[in-house]
């Protein structure tokens, strides 16, 4: 089998450095109330946290094409399940029940 | 197939052309199933977001009663067992099996720990009458909103669902430490360490959004 590529030692070092660095910057971000931005914002963070897992932790960085297109397949079904439920929400007519 | 070989090496299976080939297929396929793992708790998420458009205090006063500082130390608990699953994969590819192998222990070790904080959290929970949807005690709990039941049906569900994850990724992790205990992988083959790696890592990733978007948010 040919050589698979080694992520360096100081590389995992790095990345769950800031991982960690991240996660307190969750707590602070918390910590400040940020009222209505306070979802996205924790949910941004995440976000970046997952990036860093998924490219170095799962090696996806140095995968194949084809293992990327499937992972992004996964979040575009993911993205589609979303946007429509988020569709159906936004465009509901409020009634009051008469119950 | 070929004769003089060294005991513990491995062969690739006669349907795959090269070993190359068959470690791309097994990880094509860890991939598609892990589409399937963001699939099934993507739905949880959506309907975590859903209701917390229709209900957003109702969401508050769920996340009023859980201890953030126990999910954060978690979170971390979590990030250093993934640090130390990819060193796992790292020492094995190093061919240094003995390190792999305590790195894999470790792993498992803070495995047991955030079931432990979990079931403490648990305990907590139902001490106080909180369980999910219609079993929430009423009584006990009084809450401001009479659908509190439903938060902690998400709750429950989402942080249920990750812990079985979490108790089927150590059980793999045990497997995959035997056989690098036994001398079973070296720089050209680590596949099961890789791919009990890969779902350890998606495990941890789930974590990562649940952490926020249930203590914190609310």
Known sequence: MSQHHVIPFKTYMKVAAALVALTFLTVICHELHLGPLAGPVAFLIAAV?????????????????QNRVIFGSGLIFLLLLIGFSALDIWTRVQSMSTL | MTTNVSHGEHHHSHHFDSAEHEYSSDKEGLWLFMVTEILMFGGLFVAYAIFHSIYPE????????????????????????????????????????????WNLIATILLGCCFLVIKYLEYSGKFHHGIYPGRFLDMAV??????????????????????GIHVVIGMSLIGWVAVRTYKG?????????????????????LIWIFLFPLLYLVG
Request: proline letters at 3%.
């Open chain 2, 141 to 162: 709990v009084n809450p401001v909103h009479q659908n509190l039941g439903l938060y902690f049906g998400l709750y429950f569900c989402m942080t249920g669902l990750h």
């Open chain 2, 184 to 204: 079973h992988f070296n720089s050209h083959y680590y596949t099961p360490v890789e791919g009990v790696g890969i779902f350890w890592h998606i495990v941890d």
């Open chain 1, 49 to 65: 946290k997952a990036a860093l897992v998924l490219l170095y932790f799962m090696h996806l960085k140095y995968d194949n094409m």
């Open chain 2, 58 to 101: 109702m969401f508050s006063e769920g996340a009023s009663h859980l201890d953030w500082r126990m999910g954060f130390i978690n979170t971390l608990v979590l990030i250093t067992s993934s640090l130390t699953m990819a060193l796992g994969i790292f020492y094995n590819q190093q061919n240094q099996p003995k390190k792999a192998f």
